[in-house]
């Protein structure tokens, strides 16, 4: 990994409080071996702990986040823009949580950096600074020697795929978000970070069931005739257990053994993003099992299962429903009229 810059910040609120105040570095913290691995810490943790994927809201041409990433990543790319995008941005989202009852402060992290090849900028929020052992030297915030990340103190973040954002080719969403904080990102945070939208539960389960039947069975799966109702009927139980939400990254260790193949594979190969938690679509699911279709008054809900027993079958333009009870039903019906 190559950390090109990094600058922290303060932000001093309590919860029912409008009062914010804050401490703001005026310099970037020296780049060492021991910030490269705190970064390298981060960016393991960000990818583990994604909530949602976003673009930026290019229509908010003075939002401080967009406007200022923009500007450095187009145009200037140098030490006093990175400074000058992080004091602006914090004096946004100053004026922000001022009117939110409940929000808190915190230590705001902005780091610029190369990872795979990959360039990233990440805005990373910890409640407690012990987490990363952040030390104040009378003007600016630097790091000390840490051990490990706890992932439980980041309470907030963004990070933003520079490559994808600056090639107009390329329709992937750019924006990763955290938030720990509920079903729903903060409001607040997505103003300030100016996201354009968040990725629906139906298109969420749309998208993991698509990236499901693509991949398909693993190679030494025991009875690949069964893995579509048995990833069905392990999502309807982990659902039902978890209020409604799939994990698709327990979801993936489960059935490839690694917990980021799906989501990998989905960005990989097929140019999407699945965000990692969400409120399985109950409709959406049902399509990992089970065929619709209507047509000239004529429709039709087919399990998958009777296309392989070979009781329902397609040919030379033909649907053939072998099945004696549904035969009788309709028999039955005409007749009475």
């Known amino acids: ?22 401490k703001s570095s005026s310099n970037l913290v020296a780049i060492n071996d021991g910030i490269t691995k705190l970064a390298e810490n981060i960016h393991v943790s960000f990818e583990q702990s994604i909530t949602k994927y976003s673009k930026f809201d290019t229509s908010k041409t003075t939002n401080a986040v967009y406007r200022n990433i923009d500007k450095y990543l187009k145009t200037d790319d140098t030490d006093e823009q990175f400074i000058t995008f992080s004091k602006t941005s914090l004096g946004d989202l100053t ?8 929000a808190t402060g915190g230590f705001y992290l902005f780091i610029d950096y190369i990872e795979n090849g990959f360039n990233f900028i990440s805005i990373i929020i910890v409640r407690n600074k012990d987490a990363f052992n952040i030390q104040w030297n009378g003007a600016d915030f630097n790091v000390g020697e840490t ?21 107009d080719d390329d329709s992937r969403n750019y924006l990763a978000l955290i938030s720990h904080q509920g079903d729903v990102l903060s409001r607040y945070f997505t103003t300030w970070v100016n996201a354009a939208y968040i990725i629906d539960n139906r298109t969420n389960t749309r998208q993991l069931i698509g990236v499901i039947k693509e991949i398909g069975a693993p190679v030494d799966y025991d009875s690949p005739d069964d893995f579509e109702r048995n990833v069905y009927e392990w999502i309807d139980a982990y659902k039902k257990a978890n209020k409604n939400a799939i994990n698709v990254d327990a979801l993936s260790d489960a059935f490839y053994g690694s917990r980021t193949y799906i989501r990998d594979y989905a960005q990989d190969n097929l140019g999407k ?9 109950a409709d959406e699911l049902k399509k990992l099992i089970r065929f619709k279709a209507t047509a000239k008054g004529i429709s039709v ?24 009870g549904i035969y009788n039903e309709l028999l039955r019906q005409r007749n009475e009229q």
Request: glycine letters at 4%; one cysteine or more.
């Open 273 to 281: 993003e699945i965000d990692p938690i969400f409120k399985v679509s």
């Open 1 to 22: 990994m190559q950390v090109k810059r990094l600058i922290i910040h303060e932000l001093i609120k309590e919860a029912q409080s409008d009062d914010v105040q804050y």
């Open 95 to 102: 004026t922000l949580i001022k009117r939110e009852p409940f």
């Open 301 to 324: 809900s087919i399990d998958i299962e009777r296309f392989r027993k070979e009781e329902v079958v397609l040919s030379e333009g033909m649907l053939i429903i072998k099945d004696e």
């Open 147 to 167: 051990e490990n990340i706890n992932i439980e103190k980041l309470a907030m973040g963004f990070r933003i795929n520079c490559g994808l954002y600056l090639d």
